[in-house]
Structures are given as structure tokens and as C-alpha cells.
């Protein structure tokens, strides 16, 4: 399938851009959107004549601007066929390696990994797995095989739904061993090898990688501008799932991972209206949807809107990254199909594990033991780069995990291999790009300690500045863990 913009389009995007000279202007304009994934690669640009009509430009000021665009890396010209966006060598490595892991870190270990956005345990998870441990006996003279899960947190994971305005009944939550393993259950079970899905770019790698593995071939859906303030491009959405035509659409509407952003009802219902006319299922990613830090209602699930759209959950980001339990809020229809394809990746999750998230889940509000320190974990992190890096960019978002931050200039992959000297462990843009690109952006969690955000960010500051960095010296590496 040829992914193709239009004029109106791409006017759109590029918005208001220098014109003095207006070629160069809308050459910069152009890569800042390719470079971002706004502009996926290979897709095909609208001709010069259609982009001379609607930006009202002379068709040299375009041709120029186009020919530039090639001279540079941003496009291929392929005769007879148009022009397409792509990315200069150096940056397409940096699609394809990020940087080796640190390695086990130890509580004394000056090295900091920020590749998971997952932090320590609270209390709580203590007390919950004292008081599991209790109930486990009384399952004892059984097999211990759930495949649809236990029936006493599948009973909680379908009255937190309901409570939030999605009436749900046991029978339709089945357990897994995390969240990917559902995304992954629900991949095999819906989709075939050669089988569309449309998803977000940036969006969660390990989710991407999860819907390869079956074969399917992935659309990106690229965000609208990251700083701005409606995070989904709409429009654009629209425009994929017309030409794309997908069997499903992966999204993460609660504090998209990595930028953060919140899709609201209006959107949600909007969006749903057009996945029915696509004929598209949503796979709805909720694993953040808890992690607000603000005191403000929260949207209706998706689902609420889509009454075909699969949910998925987790215990990870919610408690501890150490409780593999996720879960699928299934349409009923689908839930034998669910169990089926479960029943081929494993035969249940850890009974102990799930009583122990079945203890947490007694509280409706599980995420609030942590919601003060994640959040001055954030406003550290904020004001430690507000300080140190005065010109990078980026949103405070009012949930989540990570910050999704931008250089002005620089490879954020070179800048990311530059700091593990330093012993610490960022990920890079790229990482979080269906297709490439973003290799000015890079992810950063606040869920360390204060006093390590801050070092993080003096350490960053330090190696930005540093030669390599100047010189444009391009280091390879291997892909990292990412959470």
C-alpha cells in the first residue's frame, strides 16, 4: 500500500515557515515534519503543482524546496513517481540501534537506567503480598491452572470499569501474564499474517514489536505536534484509516506513552465514529490510565464509546513493575476466541501474583499511595531541565510516567550512546518510531528518586555540550529493554 498526503495536507502541517528565502523555509518546515514522524517515511509528497496552488508559492519556490529536501536525505525522487519522504543515512541507523543495557544495577550503583518507565514498590504491595500469602493455602489442593484468570480479580478489574462508567461483567475480563502478553493474545486472535493495524507513532516499542510478531504489517498514525495541546491528529487518523483501511488500530488514550497526552470524550467519541465506519477494532492500551496527578475527573473509558474495542490493563504501572498481571476487557463475544488464543501462549498467569493484585484492587483508587511522589518526582525532573537545559522542549503532562523531551539541534541516539559513558541509560526518539525518525526527541521517566532526576539531567547537560555532539561523531548500538 502507497502511503500518499495530500496538498491541503501538507499545508496543514507546514503551517506558517520562514520566507526569506521561501524555498529553504518550507525545505526546514518539511524535514521538521519528516524528522518528527508527522510525515511518515515513504510516504508519497503531493506534486509541485498541487503544493504551488494551495501555498501560494511560484512553482520554483517548491521545486527548489523539494530538490533541497533529496539534497539533504529527506526524500527520495523516483522518476516517474513523485517525490517521498525518508531520512539521511546516519539518522536511519538510528532507526534501527539504540544502545546497549547497563546491566543488574545494585542499590549502591551510581549508574542510573531510565529505560523503564517503572519505579520502586510502596509499602502497600508489602502488606498485599503478606496478605495473599495467607489466602494461597486455600487454593493449594487445586491444579492451580486460571486460564481465564481468578475469579476474585476478575470480579475487581470488572467493578473498577464499571465504576468509571463501563458497566462489565466478570466473565468478560480474562487475566495474563502483563500487559504485552494481552496485546499479544488479542494480535493472534484477531489479526493474520498481511493483516493492517494502524498505530501511533511515537507509541510503546515493546506494544509495536508485540503486533509484528504475528505478521501483520503496521500503518503509523503519526501524533500531532508533541508540544502542542491536542496530541492526536485527528485529520490525519482519519486519513490513515481511509487509505489504510486496517483490521485493527492500537492506541493509548490515557497519558499516551511516551508524550502523555489525555484524549478527552470529545475526541474519543470521535474517533470511535470513525473506526465504525472503517470497520477498524480498537486495542485499547489503558496501563497508565490510573497514573493521573491531577484532581480532576477522568475521561470515560474508550470503550464506552466503541462497544466493540478490546481493553487492555496492567498491574505494572499501576503498583510495581514486579507484578507481570495484566488483563483483556473483552465484547463477550469474544472472549472464548481470547481464551483459545491465550490457551497457545501460556496456560494461566501465577495464582500467587494475582491474588496479590486482587489484594491491591480492594482500594479503588490503587495509584494514590504513589500519586505525591510520582508527582514531585515530575516537578524535579521539570525544574532540574528548566535550569540545565533552558532550550529543550517539552509539555508537563498531568499524568503518566515519562516527559517527552526535544532538543534544538543534536542525535538524540548519539547523545543517549554519549551518556551511558556517564553510566546512565536514556532511550532515544527512534526507538519510539513505527518508522524511524524523532531523533531529536528522547523519553524521559520521572520514576527515580528526585535526587537522581536531577543527576540525570546535570549529566545530559554535560555530554550535550560535549564534543562528540559538536562534531556529529556517530556511535552504533543495540537495541535497549524498554518499559
Given at each position: ?18 520566507r526569506s528565502p521561501a524555498y529553504r523555509g518550507l525545505c526546514q518546515a518539511l524535514q521538521a515534519l519528516i524528522g518528527d514522524g508527522r510525515i511518515t517515511l ?433 556511535h552504533e548500538a543495540a537495541r535497549p529493554l524498554i518499559a
Open positions: 500500500m502507497e502511503r500518499t498526503i495530500t496538498a491541503e495536507r501538507l499545508v496543514t502541517l507546514v503551517g506558517s515557515f520562514h515513504g510516504t508519497r509528497l503531493p506534486s509541485e503543482r498541487a503544493v504551488t496552488a494551495v501555498l501560494d508559492v511560484s512553482r520554483t519556490t517548491v521545486t527548489r524546496a523539494y530538490a533541497e529536501l533529496v539534497a539533504s536525505g529527506f526524500a527520495v525522487a523516483k522518476q516517474g513517481s513523485g517525490t517521498y519522504a525518508a531520512v539521511p543515512e546516519e539518522r536511519r541507523r538510528a532507526h534501527d540501534h539504540a544502545l546497549h543495557g547497563l546491566g543488574p544495577i545494585g542499590p549502591d550503583d551510581p549508574r542510573i537506567d531510565l529505560s523503564c518507565a517503572a519505579g520502586s514498590a510502596s509499602a502497600d504491595i508489602a502488606e498485599a503480598y503478606a496478605r495473599a500469602l495467607t489466602l494461597l493455602p486455600a487454593y493449594l489442593s487445586t491444579d492451580g491452572y486460571l486460564p481465564s484468570g481468578l475469579p476474585v480479580l476478575q470480579e475487581r478489574v470488572a467493578a473498577s470499569y464499571t465504576r468509571r462508567g463501563l458497566p462489565t461483567d466478570a466473565d468478560q475480563i480474562i487475566v495474563t501474564s502483563g500487559a504485552l502478553a494481552a496485546i499479544a493474545v488479542v494480535a493472534r486472535a484477531l489479526s493474520r499474517p498481511g493483516d493492517r493495524i494502524t498505530v501511533e507513532t511515537p507509541g510503546y516499542p515493546n506494544a509495536i514489536e508485540a503486533l509484528r510478531l504475528g505478521g501483520a504489517r503496521l500503518v503509523a498514525s503519526p501524533m500531532a505536534d508533541p508540544l502542542g495541546e491536542q496530541g492526536w491528529d485527528v485529520d490525519g487518523i482519519e486519513a490513515t484509516l481511509r487509505q489504510a483501511s486496517p483490521r485493527l488500530a492500537y492506541l493509548i488514550p490515557d497519558y499516551q506513552n511516551p508524550t502523555g497526552f489525555l484524549m478527552d470524550d470529545a475526541m474519543r467519541e470521535h474517533l470511535a465514529g470513525l473506526l465504525r465506519a472503517t470497520r477498524t477494532v480498537a486495542i485499547v492500551d489503558e496501563t497508565l490510565q490510573s497514573t493521573s496527578l491531577v484532581d480532576a475527573p477522568m475521561p470515560k473509558p474508550f470503550a464506552a464509546h466503541a462497544e466493540d474495542a478490546i481493553t487492555v490493563g496492567s498491574a505494572s504501572k499501576l503498583c510495581w513493575g514486579g507484578l507481570r498481571v495484566g488483563w483483556i476487557r473483552a465484547p463477550r463475544d469474544l472472549v472464548a476466541r481470547f481464551v483459545a488464543a491465550r490457551a497457545k501462549i501460556d496456560l494461566g498467569s501465577s495464582l500467587f501474583d494475582q491474588l496479590v493484585v486482587s489484594e491491591v484492587l480492594r482500594s479503588e483508587d490503587p495509584f494514590a499511595v504513589r500519586r505525591e511522589r510520582v508527582r514531585a518526582q515530575r516537578d524535579a525532573l521539570v525544574g532540574a531541565l528548566r535550569e540545565h537545559l533552558p532550550s529543550w522542549r517539552f509539555r508537563v503532562p498531568d499524568g503518566g510516567l515519562t516527559l517527552w523531551v526535544q532538543m534544538p539541534h543534536g542525535s538524540a541516539t548519539r547523545l543517549a550512546t554519549d551518556v551511558e559513558r556517564a553510566g546512565l541509560h536514556v532511550v532515544p526518539g527512534p526507538v519510539f518510531g513505527v518508522e524511524g525518525g524523532l531523533d531529536t526527541w528522547m523519553r524521559l521517566p520521572y520514576t527515580k528518586p528526585q535526587e537522581q532526576l536531577v543527576a540525570v539531567v546535570e549529566r545530559l547537560a554535560s555530554a550535550w555540550s560535549g564534543p562528540s555532539q559538536r562534531s556529529g561523531v556517530h
